[in-house]
């Protein structure tokens, strides 16, 4: 798991030795995944891989390549190098092709994990849901999900510098979901995140399974018309359309290109693109950031970053060195590191104070399922709703929805959003397994956005007429 | 390795698992070249080995996955304990249907290993279809291969020891422009597969490819300065990478057997499909017949065997419109048979798989074909519709959590009026119910319009797994469907 620095010091040299530019990054990881379905544990697995990725430049020729080597050794790594060097000469150049990042250097070396995590028995995590069938189990309820934990790390060296810089972190991301079986097969959801064990907190979850448990069994199901509805967004949701957002507006590269929502000459840096109460930032230093990598996975570091400010469009990030290498771009961030932050508003810090305050009809979407980009060039989306969908009136939940299809731009939304609760929340969005890294996106817990197209409802009635 | 991996499994079953199995990725090497604007964009290798343990003990399920073979006994212990530790929480004890202990192998039928083909070569051929893609008013455009070659033993307690060499080969060309409203669209295409032929180096140096190019190229410019396409409810013809998405995302996924019985619900989701439906469920109309072929010549679905050592079958899932059968492993089809209180599933589909060694396998679709009807050629299929828009290119889609609906964006629509084509519209869009939708198909192209669509995108699973697979089917064509522009 843990690389032997001097393992990378001693490659780097041979490319040094060699008069080839280089960059070289071990990852490793050691990942536990519990899954739960029908109230029983269906699989549990773990996983250990160390891998390294090699960039090698040789004046205006390139060529990468990624290798699980046998015995980690710095016979084999250099091996595998040379067999990279062989190619250069077969190449094209690539005439924009810039020298290597800077990497940072100096006291950036940080551990975050937690080693309990790595040898862990994972009976903790089977736990979590044998709590939730013992609670729901003999309420008509099936209950699945998925529990991941685990560690990891990366080390970056080139042939700029001398030392490697690497991070170790850990983090974990547990899902419970009930099927209210004698209730028409209705679903609700509970989600945490955090960076080690001590965080878990299983009653939370029960908790919150409770009260979503308490609205599908006490109100009617309804279907709604198709039109426009002020909607509240719960955690999951915000996080699903900022986490969107972030790849198709706030790339830098995706700007350069055109590829993304934002146009050149209407979108530009400083414009207002989003409404007054829209703040949005890249901030390792956050206090609410989850997990405070210093150093990106490219081993530049990362400055705090404002991305919109106060609906003005302040910067963009530039993370692909390629890309920024034929623009003439310095690659200023990490996009797979990541800490994008939707600053809270004076809203509604409750469950009880949202309800209270709502007394327009307006719509509950807890979590939206398989959001996909309609047109990216307008910013336009879809996606259904999932796990609550509710009708909130006079200050009562009145009603519980079948799932909604929700069509809108993320232009739409952001200059639409009537309130931001003042309560934060992390949510998940870590690749966890097949070689883990932690990533998070905080956001207020609540918003709401006026008038929400929303183009289908899925009552089977419905359906079956379609 | 093989006495090794033989020994281990021996160990497992001394230790008290019921059942084990070790797929050993020999060689996992994976090779992508790519284009950017006439520059080379993308030139990478990667070489990985590895083997995932699987240990059925308890009636649970444990896997645990290393790419240190120093460590492989471990490992194993590891996959036990995982499955101690399940069988904690278990409702319902894991019965595998019975297979063939087999000892066999398997190759992909390739004429020009890429292997042994020199980076030049293909550096010459990715810039030779790049040059076609050029154009004044393209102002991106790419060319991307990607070849990939897995060596896989597998050997499991109950005696079966299968290899396999398995080759698959992706090529897509990109083309996008700015239209007259000043927002990106895009012409892509992604090389299919013909079951009479092979999978290698062939595929690249086929010349059906610069005619391909070339034609994106014209249908960008048209679609430029097209009209958008316009709300209405008419007859829809689906192109052969539309309908494979379309079988993908409301047969495939839909007709999974964990996701029936609930498995996938917290993730990927569930199923408008119950144990109640099968044999009696009229899925779609009676030109619909479906079915998942494991056997399918030159797919990246087609692996001669499973991950639990099933060979691949040819599996009836939809018969003239009624529900028949489901993508099926060893491990859930005793356990839905229970359930439904009936015999619905006699043995095991073949369709248990795995992305990687690291990944425990799951169903999976591995060909979800629809045969051709006899309802003609492309060219007697569009003279049958008086009014009617014909699409193709997948740009987004979105599917409720049971596969109860979709909602697709295309990257072309050709306007149909009075059986002609009339002209390009831009941004077209479909969506609909899946179970109204495939009971509104009204008319299935004969064989000359069947063609096998190669897909490496499909995800699924927690952890989550990236699979290969592919989808035979014909141009259809469907009565009443709400169709639009954008959202």
């Known amino acids: 798991m843990k690389v032997d620095h001097q393992l990378l010091i001693n490659a780097n040299q041979y490319l040094k030795d060699q008069g080839i530019k280089g960059q070289i990054v071990f990852r490793s990881e050691r990942s536990h995944l519990v899954r739960a379905g029908r109230n029983q544990v269906s699989l549990n697995t773990s996983e250990e891989a160390a891998r390294f990725f090699v960039q090698i430049q040789l004046g205006k020729k390139q060529s990468k390549g990624e290798f699980v080597l046998k015995n980690n050794t710095t016979e084999e790594l250099i091996h595998e190098i040379k067999e990279l060097q062989a190619t250069l000469p077969l190449l094209p150049e690539i005439d924009h092709l810039g020298d290597l990042l800077n990497l940072a250097q100096g006291d950036y070396n940080d551990d975050h994990s937690d080693m309990d995590m790595i040898n862990m028995d994972t009976s903790l995590m089977v736990d979590v849901y044998a709590k939730a069938v013992n609670k729901f189990a003999d309420k008509g309820c099936e209950v699945s999900g998925a529990f991941s934990l685990g560690t990891y790390a990366y080390s970056i060296i080139n042939t700029n510098v001398e030392q490697p810089i690497s991070y170790r972190g850990s983090d974990y991301n547990v899902d419970v979901v009930l099927q209210l079986k004698e209730h028409n097969n209705k679903e609700i959801k509970s989600s945490q995140v955090g960076a080690s064990l001590a965080e878990i907190n299983a009653d939370a979850m029960i908790e919150e399974l409770d009260r979503h448990f308490l609205v599908k069994t006490t109100t009617h199901r309804k279907s709604v018309p198709i039109g426009k509805y002020n909607v509240i967004f719960g955690p999951e949701a915000v996080a699903e359309i900022l986490a969107y957002t972030s790849w198709v507006g706030f790339s830098g590269e995706s700007y350069l290109m055109q590829t993304g929502m934002f146009k050149k000459g209407q979108?530009?840096?400083g414009s207002k693109v989003f409404g007054d109460n829209i703040t949005i930032t890249n901030d390792p230093t956050s206090k609410h950031s989850l997990f405070k990598r210093r150093v990106g996975l490219n081993g530049i570091l990362r400055p705090a970053h404002t991305i919109i400010n106060k609906g003005i469009l302040k910067n963009l990030i530039y993370s692909s060195k390629d890309i920024c290498d034929r623009y003439g771009i310095v690659v200023d961030n990490d996009f797979a590191t990541a800490s994008f932050e939707l600053l809270p508003g004076t809203g509604p810090a409750t469950w009880t104070e949202l309800v209270q305050q709502t007394k327009e009809p307006t719509l509950y979407i807890n979590t939206l399922h398989y959001m996909n980009f309609t047109n990216v060039a307008k910013g336009e989306f879809t996606a259904t709703s999932r796990f609550g969908t509710y009708l909130i009136s006079e200050g009562k939940v009145q009603d519980h929805l079948y799932n909604i299809r929700v069509n809108d731009s993320f232009h739409h939304v952001f200059n639409n959003v009537h309130w931001l609760s003042s309560k934060i929340t992390s949510v998940n969005l870590s690749s966890t397994y097949g070689m883990r890294l932690a990533s998070s996106v905080s956001v207020p817990e609540w918003i709401e956005v006026k008038d929400v197209p929303i183009t289908a409802c899925f009552a089977p009635e419905l359906s079956e007429n379609a | 390795m093989q006495k090794k991996i033989a020994d281990i499994l021996d160990s497992l079953l001394a230790m008290g698992a019921s059942y084990a199995d070790i797929r050993w990725h020999q060689d996992d090497w994976l090779q992508s070249l790519s284009t950017l604007k006439g520059i080379l964009h993308q030139n990478s290798t990667r070489k990985r080995q590895g083997a995932g343990i699987r240990v059925l003990c308890d009636g649970a399920w444990g896997f645990s996955s290393t790419e240190n073979m120093n460590t492989l006994a471990d490992t194993a212990k590891a996959a036990l304990e995982q499955a101690r530790s399940a069988a904690q929480l278990r409702q319902f004890k894991i019965e595998l249907s019975p297979k063939e202990t087999l000892i066999s192998e398997f190759q992909t039928h390739t004429l020009i290993d890429p292997r042994t083909v020199s980076l030049e070569d293909k550096m010459k051929r990715l810039f030779e279809l790049d040059q076609l893609l050029r154009a004044p008013e393209v102002d991106l455009w790419s060319v991307s291969f990607e070849f990939y070659h897995r060596s896989i033993y597998y050997a499991d307690t109950e005696g079966s020891k299968i290899w396999r060499k398995i080759n698959d080969v992706a090529a897509s060309l990109d083309c996008s422009g700015i239209d007259i409203d000043g927002l990106r669209q895009k012409r892509s295409f992604e090389i299919y597969q013909d079951i009479n032929k092979s999978v290698g180096w062939e595929n690249i140096i086929d010349q059906d490819l610069n005619v391909k190019a070339s034609q994106l190229v014209d249908q960008l410019k048209e679609i430029l300065k097209a009209p958008q396409c316009e709300q209405e409810t008419c007859d829809l013809v689906i192109l052969n990478s539309m309908m494979?998405?379309?079988?993908?995302?409301?047969?495939?996924?839909?007709?999974?057997?964990?996701?029936?019985?609930?498995?996938?619900?917290?993730?990927?989701?569930?199923?408008?499909?119950?144990?109640?439906?099968?044999?009696?469920?009229?899925?779609?109309?009676?030109?619909?017949?479906?079915?998942?072929?494991?056997?399918?010549?030159?797919?990246?679905?087609t692996t001669g065997f499973d991950d639990d050592g099933v060979p691949g079958r040819n599996v009836v899932l939809i018969d003239n419109g009624i529900l028949k059968n489901a993508l099926t492993s060893r491990s859930t089809i005793n356990e839905a048979n229970t359930l439904a209180k009936r015999k619905i599933f006699d043995q095991s589909g073949g369709a248990n798989r795995a992305e990687s060694y690291r990944h425990m396998p799951i169903e999976r679709m591995n060909n979800i074909n629809l045969d051709p009807g006899n309802d003609g050629e492309l060219e007697e299929l569009i003279s049958k519709v008086k009014n009617g828009l014909m699409v193709e290119s997948p740009r987004s889609w979105s599917i409720g959590s049971n596969r109860e609906n979709f909602h697709f964006a295309c990257e072309i629509g050709w306007k149909i009026k009075d059986g002609k084509i009339s002209h390009i519209v831009r941004n077209p869009t479909y969506g609909g119910a899946s179970i109204p939708f495939w009971n509104s198909l009204k008319y299935v192209g004969d064989k000359s319009t069947w063609r096998l669509e190669q897909v490496y995108n499909c995800g699924k699973g927690q952890p989550n797994q990236i699979m290969r697979l592919g989808h035979g089917v014909p141009v259809c064509v469907f009565e009443n469907v709400q169709v639009g522009s954008e959202s």
């Open chain 2, 244 to 301: 494979a998405l379309q079988v993908h995302e409301t047969i495939g996924h839909a007709l999974e057997l964990d996701r029936i019985l609930g498995y996938e619900l917290s993730y990927a989701g569930g199923s408008h499909v119950n144990l109640d439906d099968f044999d009696h469920k009229v899925f779609g109309s009676k030109k619909l017949n479906a079915r998942a072929d494991g056997t399918t010549p030159n797919s990246p679905g």
């Open chain 1, 267 to 269: 979108h530009d840096i």
